[in-house]
């Protein structure tokens, strides 16, 4: 703890105060896949993390939110993923049942409400669940899986760092003014 009127305090005291606001990314790839992370914090009193996953990977949601537990005690953390498909492109599939549903309840609001029915599918194809990635399998997730663990440490490594320096800051701030107010 940083005393008043404590003009040079150790490093260990320094390094208690941490701001709560901070950001830190990471990118890596291997033979298959780019991995990039994104992880933003703000002030919270509680931990609470918002993960955004490729809809492929939502399964690692738990997983990613345990790693970032290990390193954040609070403030509201959000977790951007993002994974492409090296070398290849990423082969989609469309759910024609999602689709037909869809066009089904257009077509029976467009008949209850004073307005034409649709003409085209195209603006279905943005709805969740119409789109889908094909290329990623269980094990193929699960091979994944180190480079994505991976890939969030040195995300949150340099989440801590940022938030280390803005804490560095506050502190010499505060040594500033306990000094004018002594």
């Known amino acids: 703890m940083i005393a008043v009127g404590d003009a040079h305090p150790t490093r260990e005291e320094a390094a208690v105060l941490l701001s709560m606001t ?3 990314d990471a990118r890596s790839a ?3 896949l780019s991995v990039s992370i994104e992880v933003r914090s703000v002030n919270n009193r509680y931990l ?4 955004k996953l490729p809809d492929a990977f939502a399964r690692l949601e738990s ?3 345990k790693i970032v537990r290990e ?3 609070r403030g509201t953390v959000s977790v951007a993923v993002r994974i492409g498909r090296v070398g290849a492109s990423t082969d989609f599939a469309l759910n024609k049942e999602a689709i037909e549903d ?3 309840q257009l077509s029976e609001a467009a008949q209850s409400l004073p307005v034409s029915t649709p003409k085209d599918i195209a603006g279905l194809l943005a709805l969740p669940g119409v789109v889908t990635e094909r290329f990623i399998d269980d094990d193929d997730r699960a091979a994944d899986l180190p480079l994505v663990h991976a890939t969030l440490k040195e995300a949150l490594a340099k989440l801590n760092q940022f938030r280390e320096a803005e804490g560095e800051s506050l502190a010499a ?3 500033t003014n306990c000094a004018i107010i002594g």
């Open 48 to 51: 609470k993390i918002n993960s």
């Open 30 to 32: 291997n033979e298959r």
């Open 71 to 73: 390193t954040i005690a």
């Open 63 to 65: 997983e990613l939110e």
């Open 22 to 24: 901070g950001f830190g």
């Open 173 to 175: 701030a505060l040594r």
């Open 102 to 104: 869809y066009w089904h």
